[in-house]
T-cell receptor, first 115, second 114 residues
Framework: AQSVSQHNHHVILSEAASLELGCNYSYGGTVNLFWYVQYPGQHLQLLLKYFSGDPLVKGIKGFEAEFIKSKFSFNLRKPSVQWSDTAEYFC?????????????FGKGTKLSVIP | DAGVIQSPRHEVTEMGQEVTLRCKPI?????LFWYRQTMMRGLELLIY????????DSGMPEDRFSAKMPNASFSTLKIQPSEPRDSAVYFCASSRNELGKTQYFGPGTRLLVL
């Protein structure tokens, strides 16, 4: 079965610390990969996505993610977090084949940034 | 462009009442998804449609839940009768398969069943 796993349930960082959130997927074929962010009390918003090409993807708000095919990973990074990055982050994958329309989401990682 | 629109944004009802949640997907999107999010269970996919046809409803908790998509621009999720354990935030999302299946989420409906 297709699955997405996120390594950390809750990460606590001080402002200006670097961030890396792990994400691994298990798929037999080609996938599209996504990171979504959910700020407190809000809906999920797209942070960045990878379909093909350069495996280093840059998203909004200074976030980036690197697709490493050999490791089935798509980790999210930010060199210096801010208090406003406090949110829950979801990794997701979509099988690119025909007949499949949904995303498989990881369980999410809560990030708390301490001022 | 307007995003995914959901109504109502908040709903408070009493146990046993019927609840209807509404969603208008982004114009041109051909897939629509209903999710439920709670603290205990996280984000759960309830059902999704492609070209107005239900594709997978295996996430629907029980027969009290039903969803319809009568046309490309409207979908409903109905709970009848509602129970306190149905209290959650219900999100609708839409995507266009030809655009890599990126899903765009609506603001959600916060449902409280007393």
């Amino acid at each position: 079965a297709q699955s997405v796993s996120q390594h950390n349930h809750h990460v606590i960082l001080s402002e200006a610390a670097s961030l890396e959130l792990g994400c691994n997927y298990s798929y037999g074929g080609t996938v599209n990969l996504f990171w979504y962010v959910q700020y407190p009390g809000q809906h999920l918003q797209l942070l960045l996505k990878y379909f093909s090409g350069d495996p280093l993807v840059k998203g909004i708000k200074g976030f980036e993610a690197e697709f490493i095919k050999s490791k089935f990973s798509f980790n999210l990074r930010k060199p210096s977090v801010q208090w406003s990055d406090t949110a829950e982050y979801f990794c997701a994958a979509a099988y690119t084949g025909a007949g499949s329309y949904q995303l498989t989401f990881g369980k999410g990682t809560k990030l708390s940034v301490i001022p | 462009d307007a995003g995914v629109i959901q109504s109502p944004r908040h709903e408070v009802t009493e146990m046993g009442q019927e609840v209807t949640l509404r969603c208008k997907p982004i114009s041109g999107h051909n897939s629509l998804f209903w999710y439920r999010q709670t603290m205990m269970r996280g984000l759960e996919l309830l059902i999704y449609f492609n070209n107005n046809v239900p594709i997978d409803d295996s996430g629907m908790p029980e027969d009290r839940f039903s969803a319809k998509m009568p046309n490309a621009s409207f979908s409903t999720l109905k709970i009848q009768p509602s129970e306190p354990r149905d209290s959650a935030v219900y999100f609708c999302a839409s995507s266009r398969n030809e655009l890599g299946k990126t899903q765009y989420f609506g603001p959600g409906t916060r449902l409280l069943v007393l």
